[in-house]
């Protein structure tokens, strides 16, 4: 029998592990004869301290996948657990919240803001929530020599190659030890050996900070390193 009391425990629980579950999602966009299903019903549960590759081909769904994970899009149906929290019911506002607390992205493009510093870049989120302190700082320096770029640290994004800039944003994303980490075709503008590192980065992260990981690409360079491997064809995960 379940009393609410269990029900409350159970929810403390998942908040506390975090993690990520997608129930039956569903993304159409567009509307009409124009209207194509991004996701098709699919389900998907990532651990605390558990890294999961999606490898699909272009246009099959893969960034679709990580808007809806991470809240910066609505599923047409289906529910998204972050940290023990739906997003689907929550407001715009409560979303972007937590997003920026609970969710780390690593985006095709990188995404940094032109006039800030690399080390700029990976401070403004705790600065924003108010959270900028020696350990913050401390925590800014490891990450920037983590993906090799402590000789970069001052530079602004123009003086940055392209894989530069997104190894800086994969330093960004971390700086957070957020709950959930998204990353997309991180390895696009990097070569092999780069691209190696960043994986081994971001396995490594994975497990040491329980953070649940899931990232998705056309290259099967990642295969090894994740826990476990889908395959996305047409909106559906198998
Ligand atoms: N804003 C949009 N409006 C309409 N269709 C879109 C939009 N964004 C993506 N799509 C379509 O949704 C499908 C999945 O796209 P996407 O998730 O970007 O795939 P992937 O990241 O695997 O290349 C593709 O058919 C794409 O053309
Ligand atoms: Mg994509």
């Known amino acids: ?29 567009g509307d009409g004869d124009t209207a194509v299903t991004a996701l098709d019903d699919v389900g998907l549960t990532v651990a605390p301290g558990e890294f999961v590759a999606v490898v699909g081909p272009s246009g099959s769904g893969k960034s679709s996948l990580l808007a809806v994970a ?3 899009q609505r599923p ?7 940290a023990g929290t739906e997003l689907t019911t929550l407001s715009d506002k409560e979303r972007t919240a937590t997003r920026l607390r609970h969710i780390g992205f ?14 700029e870049q990976l401070l403004l989120p705790l600065h924003i929530d108010g959270r900028l302190d020696t350990t913050a700082r401390t925590r800014a320096d490891e990450l920037i020599e983590a993906v090799g770029l402590t ?14 800039r997104q ?34 980065l971001i ?7 329980n953070t ?19 395959e996305m064809v047409d909106g559906r995960l198998s």
């Open 70 to 72: 991470g809240g910066l």
């Open 1 to 29: 029998m379940t009393t609410p009391a269990s029900d409350n425990q159970a929810a403390a629980d998942t908040g506390r592990s975090g993690g990520l579950r997608l129930n039956d999602v569903t993304l159409t966009l």
């Open 76 to 82: 047409t149906s289906g529910t998204v657990h972050i």
């Open 106 to 119: 690593v985006f095709q493009q990188s995404n940094l803001l032109a006039s800030l510093t690399v080390r």
């Open 212 to 230: 649940a990981t899931v990232m998705v690409t056309h290259d099967t360079v990642i295969m090894d390193a994740a826990d476990r491997v889908y």
């Open 151 to 164: 000789h970069r640290a001052g530079s602004r994004p123009h003086q940055l190659s392209g894989g530069e």
């Open 203 to 209: 396995a490594e992260q994975t497990h040491e900070r």
């Open 167 to 200: 190894r800086a944003g994969l330093a960004r994303a971390l700086m957070t030890s957020p709950a959930v980490l998204l990353v997309d075709e991180p390895t696009s503008a990097l070569d092999r050996v780069r691209s190696a590192e960043a994986v081994r």
